[in-house]
């Protein structure tokens, strides 16, 4: 795990000054490589790649980057871990190829060598790369399937500059200071910054399954993959029996490495499930890290620690009390690169974890989405009912709509007047049970930050939904909107800060493609039925304890020292009596514009 930077430009400029540039990129994400930084400058000076390096794999200088091919042809600066490298290594070695390093980073150079963009449906992993081709002066960047790692550009007169995260590109100037209203105005819609956007109107995030082609100035972008369910008829212990294999082999895949792996274990059942299937697979030597809290209705560090003796793996808990969660949150503040509302919890245990030595850590993170572990499962398809049987009443339903949504007290129910005054499909049902403002007062918010008439902010354009299924549906929401632009992103921001490797075996393209052809009536029962049935090693202390969630009691430990910031949040709340999450969306981004001098 890595970070990636870059500026490629059509002319010839002084080479001092874009070595200068990317050696300021990789100062600016030094938290994400902290083994080894590298920055390479083209003979002919109009590109130029840069890297910092966390090495996982080949441990030695070898795997130093940018790496180039022998006849200085291609060079990559990549950032993640290739599974497959060894198969896809052995294979190309069959053909004739001869490797100078163990690295996955020269397998994805010499097997793009081989097939170019085509190689992406080889590859097995978590990846953001950019390949520059010397003779071609062609750029080729990729992002992995699930979006697990981030990507960052920009293009401005024909120079493309791209990095892991926004901050780079900001403190080197190569961004404006000008916000995107519609980015702003879905922020306050979900608490966090949807993809392809960012807050910044001139940075964009490449999408998941998505890659780029820079060529004489010009960019185009294709996607090369997609969510999509295509489930076959089985019988139910044939189900089990799939998801069994497809668990065992994503397990083993995720603990390829020359460091090692450990894993974040909560009370819950996913982190649950990746003890029982390590054991399974035979890891015997195995780390475990978890969090209490001062506050026992929140607190299962027990129930973690009562299943780390049962299956024998090295426990380290930490205890979180209301001093220390205020010092660990300024330290979260500084690692923030966009805002969100989420992502406190992974800096903690990975602040926790690589304090313990660890450079690698498996997380549950997929489980929910994939075995139907949330209430929307159920809310959502019943919400959609809801506002289509309102559809017989048009007139009536978006005027019931339209004043509940500005006069109601309630914030639950202004987002059911948002509902009544959409279309009312599952996407929209899916936005009103997953929201944080309605879309009326999200609008209100971003106008109100940018000094402009509610009427000049315009929402994104909403995305299709590919299922035909609701509850794949609801599921394909989770993944593609939920967990890709929050959760995987605040997952990779917060452990990236510390140098920590996450690797989440739930969040895998060949696990999703074994997994998604098992019928969401199989796949999806309520309680996490499938995963309970495929992984009967869980012990029932955990599979019969009510879902709770890895939360902290936030309002309690921040109440004195940020008092008077999140006063001022609740403030700017269009609505009396703005709720906790409302606030601390609020004072989220906040905290975001005045470091970077925005607000």
């Not at 007290?409 to 009544?420: M, W």
């Not at 209100?444 to 940018?450: D, F, H, I, R, V």
């Amino acid at each position: 795990m890595c970070g990636i930077a870059g500026i490629i430009e059509t002319n010839t400029g002084p080479a001092d000054a874009l070595h200068a540039k990317l050696t300021a990129m990789n100062a600016a994400m030094k938290h994400r490589g902290p083994d080894d930084e590298g920055v390479w400058i083209s003979p002919s000076g109009t590109s130029g790649l840069a890297h910092v390096r966390l090495s996982i794999l080949d441990l030695s200088s070898a795997g130093h980057q940018p790496m180039s091919t022998a006849d200085g042809g291609l060079h990559i600066t990549f950032n993640g871990e290739i599974y497959n490298f060894r198969e896809l290594r052995s294979e190309l070695e069959r053909e004739g190829m001869t490797f100078a390093t163990h690295t996955d980073t020269e397998v994805l150079l010499r097997l793009y060598q081989k097939e170019g963009e085509a190689m992406l449906a080889r590859l097995r992993g978590m990846f953001a790369f950019a390949i520059w081709d010397e003779r071609r002066q062609r750029c080729f960047l990729a992002r992995d399937p699930m979006g697990i790692k981030p990507l960052y550009y920009t293009q401005r007169g024909g120079r493309l500059a791209f990095a892991s995260e926004l901050r780079p590109l900001q403190q080197v100037g190569l961004t404006t200071r000008e916000i995107d209203p519609a980015a702003l105005m879905r922020y306050f819609k979900t608490g966090s910054v949807a993809e392809p956007q960012t807050l910044l109107m001139d940075v964009h995030c490449l999408e998941a399954g998505h890659y780029l082609q820079w060529e004489a100035g010009r960019l185009a972008k294709r996607r090369y993959w997609q969510v999509e369910f295509h489930s076959e008829a089985m019988t139910a212990e044939q189900a089990v029996s799939e998801v069994r294999a497809a668990l065992l082999d994503t397990t083993r895949a995720h603990f390829v490495s020359d460091v090692p792996v450990g894993i974040f274990l909560s009370g819950g059942i996913d982190s649950t499930a990746l003890a029982a299937l390590a054991r399974a697979v035979g890891q015997q030597d195995i780390a475990t890290f978890s969090i209490g809290v001062d506050d026992l209705s929140l607190d299962e560090s027990s129930t973690a620690r009562r299943t780390a003796e049962h299956f024998g793996t090295r426990h380290e808990e930490m205890r979180l009390d209301g001093e220390t969660a205020r010092h660990e949150f300024t330290r979260f503040l500084r690692a923030m690169d966009q805002p969100s509302i989420d992502g406190f919890n992974t800096h903690t245990v990975a602040a926790f974890a690589r304090e313990r030595g660890m450079k690698v850590v498996l997380s549950g993170l997929g489980g929910d989405e994939m075995f139907g572990g949330y209430k929307s499962f159920d809310a959502v398809p019943r919400l959609a009912a809801g506002a289509r049987a309102a559809r017989f009443l048009p007139g009536i339903t978006q005027a019931s709509g339209w004043l509940l949504e500005r006069y109601s007290p309630a914030n639950r129910v202004r987002r059911i007047g948002s509902l009544l005054s959409s279309p009312g499909g599952l996407r929209d049902a899916y936005g009103c049970f997953r929201g944080i403002f309605s879309i009326y007062e999200a609008r209100l918010l971003a106008a109100s930050y940018l000094h402009c008439s509610p009427r000049d902010i315009h929402s994104a354009p909403q995305h299709d939904l590919l299922a035909t299924d609701p509850r794949d549906a609801v599921s394909e929401c989770e993944l593609r909107f939920y967990m890709r632009n929050q959760l995987l992103k605040d997952s990779d921001v917060m452990s990236m800060a510390h140098g920590l490797e996450l690797r989440v075996p739930w969040v895998d393209e060949v696990f999703f493609g074994r997994v998604s052809r098992v019928p969401a009536a199989l796949r999806l029962r309520s309680g996490k039925q499938m995963l309970l049935d495929a992984v009967p090693e869980i012990p029932s202390w955990v599979s019969q304890a009510p879902k709770r969630g890895f939360v902290f009691p936030f309002e309690k430990w921040l109440g004195q020292g940020w008092g008077e910031a999140f006063a001022r949040a609740t403030a700017r709340a269009p609505f009396k009596n703005p709720t906790w999450y409302q606030r601390w969306s609020i004072f989220m981004l906040d905290t975001w514009l005045e470091r970077h001098g925005l607000l």
